[in-house]
């Protein structure tokens, strides 16, 4: 019988990592798909708890992978212009073979924009269509505890980067409350506009309770 309290305990749960427990953290990692890692698995493999493995991988993404692409940065941002000056669009799977890095890498690691479309929040011409396909890109590409690459975002739907960074915010039901947007609440109002209604005109996915609170 274990007790609680014991040394197996304290190194199980430890939250010192050497350089051996990263490398290998991250090559267990690689043997899932993103979006199914058997972080319990993992856990037991390290002897570290699986919010300890989860934070740490974060933390070992964040500060490898973007110095990585970096690496790569000039080489995909001229395949891609080349492409798009002759096509007028990107074909990620050949820019991936011509420069050795994975789609992914690729679409992080772009830095070429030009073209690349807007996208403000209108409620009469909104496509769930588009939204759906950045979700599951998202999703696909970056479950969690994985951030949010924005410059992948971008690049795989060929929108404007903060364009992309507002539209996954309304679509969380996220608003931010400028002055220009409570105006916008208290025009509508003095309309006579139903409060529903208004949350529609501001944002796919907010409530008209959350419009309220937000509004005061």
């Known amino acids: 019988m274990k007790l609680v309290g014991s040394t197996e305990d304290a190194i199980f749960y430890s939250s010192i990592w050497t350089s051996d427990d990263e490398a290998r953290l991250l090559h267990l990692v690689t043997l899932y798909d993103p979006r199914a890692v058997d972080w319990a698995t993992i856990s037991s493999e390290l002897r570290r708890n699986v919010r300890s493995c989860k934070h740490k991988y974060r ?7 973007p110095k990585r692409v970096a690496e790569y940065a000039d080489a995909v941002s001229h395949a891609v212009k ?14 991936s073979e011509s420069v050795g890095l994975s789609e992914r890498e690729c679409l992080e690691a772009n830095r070429f924009g030009d073209g690349k479309a807007r996208w403000i929040y209108d409620p009469d011409t909104f496509s769930w269509d588009m939204a759906n396909r950045m979700t599951k890109f998202i999703e696909m590409n970056y479950p969690r505890p994985l951030p949010v690459n924005y410059t992948a975002v971008s690049n795989y739907m060929w929108i404007e980067l903060d364009d992309c960074v507002k539209m996954v915010g309304l679509l969380r039901g996220e608003m931010m409350w400028t002055k220009d947007a409570v105006a916008k609440v208290v025009e509508l109002r003095g309309q006579g506009m139903k409060y529903k209604d ?19």
Not at 82 to 88: E, G
Not at 198 to 215: C, E, M, V, Y
Request: proline residues 2%; aromatic residues 8%.
């Open 82 to 95: 080349k492409q798009y000056t002759q096509n007028q669009s990107v074909d990620w799977a050949r820019v």
């Open 198 to 216: 208004i949350a529609r005109q501001l944002s796919p996915n907010l409530t008209a309770s959350k419009q309220k609170t937000g509004s005061k």
């Open 59 to 65: 933390i070992i993404y964040k500060q490898r992978e």
